[in-house]
């Protein structure tokens, strides 16, 4: 059974900080891509960021030199750091699972999100 959880949410003002974790199990980080993306009340899910088994990374406009997303493949988790926050950036943010970098957007596999809110 392949698992995604999603960790660290929370509430906090403006211009402050989180680190959102990622647990992969059932199956072995190394090899594959891990994506972060957000759905706000009533909005559409969106991308946020992801990073490629290699260790490429690629982010939203929206967040870019906010937000870094990371892996430690040892402990099979990714993480997305938030600095500078905003009310903007309140959402359910969730983490995903594919074999490329390409595919993040369809997602093989999602977890069930964390939420963040950002108040001002």
């Known amino acids: 059974q392949v698992q995604l959880v999603e960790s660290g949410g929370g509430l906090v003002q403006a211009g402050g900080s989180l680190r959102l974790s990622c647990a992969l199990s059932?199956?072995?980080?190394?090899?594959?891509?891990m994506g972060w993306f957000r759905q706000a009340p009533g909005k559409e899910r969106e991308f946020v960021a992801v990073i490629g088994s290699g260790g490429t990374t690629s982010y939203a406009d929206s967040v870019k030199g906010r937000f870094t997303i990371s892996r430690d493949n040892a402990k099979n988790t990714g993480y997305l750091q938030m600095n500078s926050l905003k009310p903007e950036d309140t959402a359910v943010y969730y983490c995903?699972?594919?074999?490329?970098?390409?595919?993040?957007?369809?997602?093989?596999?999602w977890g069930k999100g964390t939420l963040v809110t950002v108040s001002s």
């Open positions: 059932g199956r072995t980080l190394r090899t594959h891509a």
């Open positions: 995903a699972l594919s074999q490329t970098m390409a595919t993040i957007e369809r997602g093989d596999y």
